[in-house]
């Protein structure tokens, strides 16, 4: 019960959304500061959303009120709500307008915590950083003041370290937190957890042991109504830069000597800067692309990619990756990585399946077994919790020996609602905690494999591979699984 995040407690403070009146604010952000106050984690603060549109104080109410309308706050009294909306206020303004600013500058005066959330389109961040700055917003003599900053952040190496200009030019890089939603998710943190809080793991979570990894994130449902953006961002850069090499760093990283963020981060970004590149030569021995073509997934029918609004005829957006990337340490020498991630898949699933080498000596291999190599599986969603598949005698008077589960689920053990990504992480920037957001080196080094796959691919003339909705990928992607004599798990 005592879970970190029901005892932190932060100072006052004033959080300002710019993007109040998007989808973002609507769908996470005012759910999550509702939740946070619901605990009592939050109790002397004020949100200001900030937007273009010409609304009020009363309608930014009116609408936080239906944002809380419906799912697991319905049962929530009115009385709660009406004394959560209260702490709301709204300035109306574009993101270029100093007076928006100044009467920003104003209305957080009082306050000693500072938090600005950037939940705007991504081209808007400088105006935003600039403006705080010369408004003098960025100041820390009268308490602290902090910038979240949403994904994406940059749509290459360049870009990124051109936004990281632009930030450090107003803030330090104690200021900054950049956003990444799946740190917040407790099955993605619990990883450190299960391999550094027990005995058992860490002697064997290496290259001596570990045959191959293979981390899955499949979404069942097409690009739907946002073709427009999925065409600017694919695959790759939508899932793999950020939200997937996240949870690879956790997975791979040597343990941390404490837990302070700078000491985790450190570790995270060694692996990061040990990952092999991937350049044009190896481009389609490492990665496999693929686009989804009309299919029905989980019973409904989804177009195909190149028939979605708002997506080229002719577009070479990926929606489908299959990577396999390799880490030059001593520990995870010579042990593939496969990654794949894409949209129109079989079944909504995150997973990390971590696959055993086989005893040394196999002394059951003559018998009529089924035998398969240990395998531990982190179930990440929609089930959270972990499987062990180990060997076992089938019973009966000859040694038979088939796999069976050892099942572990969150929801069993520990009977609460797990809290959403959003509140964790808004509550870790009110406190100062940045362990679960990006540093500057950590998401340059992402960028700079990412982008050589990125340059790989725009010279590759071949055409993408297509696979059907609801199928698992394309065909293309069993080769890279093959080459080790491995298979992707069922979907
Ligand atoms: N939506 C999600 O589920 C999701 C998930 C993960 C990350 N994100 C990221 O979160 C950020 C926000 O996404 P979103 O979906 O909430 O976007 P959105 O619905 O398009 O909202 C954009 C917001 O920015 C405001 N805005 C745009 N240009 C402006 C200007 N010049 N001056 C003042 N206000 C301006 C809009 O105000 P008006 O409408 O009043 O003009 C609106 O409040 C993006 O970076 C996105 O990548 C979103």
Redesign the pocket.
């Known amino acids: 019960m005592d879970g970190l995040q029901f005892t932190k407690e932060p100072a006052p403070f004033v959080i300002t959304i710019f993007?109040?009146?998007?989808?973002?604010?609507r769908?996470?952000l005012v759910p999550a500061l509702f939740s946070l106050f619901l605990k009592g984690n939050a109790s002397q603060f004020k949100v200001i959303g900030f937007?273009?549109?010409p609304w009020t104080k009363e309608t930014f109410e009116a609408e936080a009120l239906s944002m809380l309308s419906g799912g697991h706050f319905s049962q929530v009294p009115e009385s709660q709500k009406r004394a959560f909306i209260e702490k709301l206020d709204y300035i109306s303004?574009?993101?270029?307008d100093p007076e928006g600013y100044a009467k920003l500058a104003e209305a957080v005066a009082p306050w000693e915590g500072k938090l600005f959330y950037l939940?705007?389109?991504?081209d808007?961040y400088p105006v935003i950083i600039e403006n705080l700055g010369k408004a003098g917003l960025n100041r820390t003599t009268h308490g602290y003041s902090r910038v979240i900053v949403?994904?994406?952040f940059g749509r290459d190496l360049a870009t990124a370290k051109e936004l990281n200009e632009v930030l450090s030019t107003q803030f330090e890089e104690n200021q900054i937190y950049r956003i990444d939603?799946y740190l917040g998710k407790e099955t993605v943190q619990n990883i450190l957890v299960l391999r550094f809080g027990n005995g058992i793991f860490e002697p064997l979570w290496n290259s001596r042991y570990i045959d191959n990894i293979q981390i899955t994130v499949a979404e069942s449902i097409g690009v739907g109504t946002r073709g427009n953006y999925y065409e600017k961002s694919g695959t790759l850069r939508d899932m793999v830069q950020n939200h997937i090499f996240q949870l690879m760093t956790l997975l791979l990283m040597d343990p941390p000597n404490d837990l302070s963020p700078d000491t985790v981060r450190t570790e995270k970004v060694k692996v990061l800067k040990s990952l092999r590149p991937i350049t044009y030569k190896d481009i389609n021995k490492y990665t496999v692309r693929g686009q989804y073509s009309a299919g029905v997934t989980q019973g409904q029918p989804v177009r195909g990619y190149l028939e979605e609004e708002g997506v080229a005829k002719d577009s070479k957006t990926e929606t489908f990756v299959a990577l396999q990337v390799h880490v030059d340490t001593w520990r995870w020498e010579g042990v593939p990585i496969f990654i794949r991630t894409g949209k129109g898949l079989g079944r909504k699933v995150s997973e990390v399946a971590i696959t055993f080498k086989q005893p040394p000596l196999q002394v059951f291999r003559n018998q009529a077994s089924d035998e398969g190599q240990n395998q531990l599986v982190l179930h990440i969603q929609p089930e959270e919790g972990f499987t062990f598949h180990i060997n076992a005698k089938i019973p009966g008077y000859t040694t038979q020996v088939r796999p069976v589960n050892m099942d572990f689920a969150y929801g069993d053990a520990f009977g609460e609602a797990t809290p959403e990504a959003y509140e964790r992480l808004i509550l870790d920037a009110l406190v100062g905690d940045s362990t679960l957001y990006t540093r500057r080196d950590e998401i340059e080094a992402s960028w700079t494999f990412i982008t050589r796959i990125l340059q790989g691919w725009a010279q590759d003339p071949n055409p993408l591979p297509q696979y059907r909705a609801g199928s698992a990928g394309p065909e293309e992607a069993k080769a890279l699984t093959a080459s080790v004599g491995q298979k992707w798990r069922k979907l």
Do not use: N
């Not at 993007?19 to 973002?24: E, I, P, Q, R, S």
């Not at 303004?93 to 270029?96: D, L, R």
């Open positions: 993007g109040a009146t998007g989808d973002l604010t769908k996470k937007a273009r549109r303004s574009t993101f270029g939940s705007t389109p991504p808007d949403e994904k994406p939603h």
